[in-house]
């Protein structure tokens, strides 16, 4: 079975710097990754995903993820982080196959943004 | 363009009560779909997904139950709500292919006191 780990639960940056978000899967074969965005009481919004092909892959609102294989790894970046940044991110990994598109999400990083 | 409906969107029951959510998809036929529960620092939890009317499968054991009465209609239920049962729901859909995005309703965030 797949799994995913977000190794940091809360992330404080400044606006203006940059962000990195770490993602890491298990998954046995090539994993579909996603990385969605969830603002207080709402539900979730999807930033970007990896199905195959180019490696980097660019989002919503100046999002870009890097699939790394040998890492097993999809970390979330920004250049410049605004306030209105400031959300829960959660990636999630999926089988893909007979899995009939089941997601498996990690626990999720809450984004503090300080002005 | 294909839109997900939650209602409610704030629900308090007491405990041992009944509950029924309902999420409804616009814009789409034949949709997968699925039912999460999110405690807090708890991520998301798969509870429930439905490849077709009536056909539901559970992916944790525990006090709820759902049905697909309609295509495009996905009811979560309990008959008796526990204590535990607290928490944000939400109701996500794909198109059915293999590599799918799902998509995400606005949610329900329920009390059981």
């Known amino acids: 079975a797949q799994s995913v780990t977000q190794p940091d639960i809360h992330i404080t940056v400044s606006e203006g710097a940059s962000l990195e978000l770490r993602c890491n899967y298990s998954?046995?074969?090539?994993?579909?990754l996603f990385w969605y965005v969830q603002s207080p009481g709402q539900g979730l919004q999807l930033l970007l995903k990896y199905f195959s092909g180019d490696t980097l892959v660019q989002g919503i609102k100046g999002f870009e993820a890097e699939f790394k294989r040998s890492q097993s790894s999809f970390n979330l970046r920004k250049p410049s982080v605004h306030w209105s940044d400031a959300a829960e991110y959660f990636c999630a990994v999926g089988a893909g196959g007979t899995s009939y598109g089941k997601l498996t999400f990690g626990q999720g990083t809450i984004l503090t943004v300080h002005p | 363009s294909q839109t997900i409906h939650q209602w409610p969107a704030t629900l308090v029951q007491p405990v041992g009560s009944p509950l029924s959510l309902e999420c409804t998809v616009e814009g789409t036929s034949n949709p997968n779909l699925y039912w999460y529960r999110q405690a807090a620092g708890r991520g998301l939890q798969l509870l429930f997904y439905?490849?077709?009317?009536?056909?539901i499968s559970s992916e944790v054991p525990q006090n709820l139950s759902a049905s697909r009465p309609q295509d495009r209609q996905f009811i979560l239920s309990s008959k008796k709500l526990l204590l535990s049962d607290s928490g944000f729901y939400l109701c996500a859909w794909n198109g059915g292919g293999l590599t799918d995005t799902q998509y995400f309703g606005p949610g329900t965030r329920l009390t059981v006191l």
């Open positions: 439905s490849v077709g009317i009536g056909q």
């Open positions: 998954y046995g074969a090539t994993p579909y």
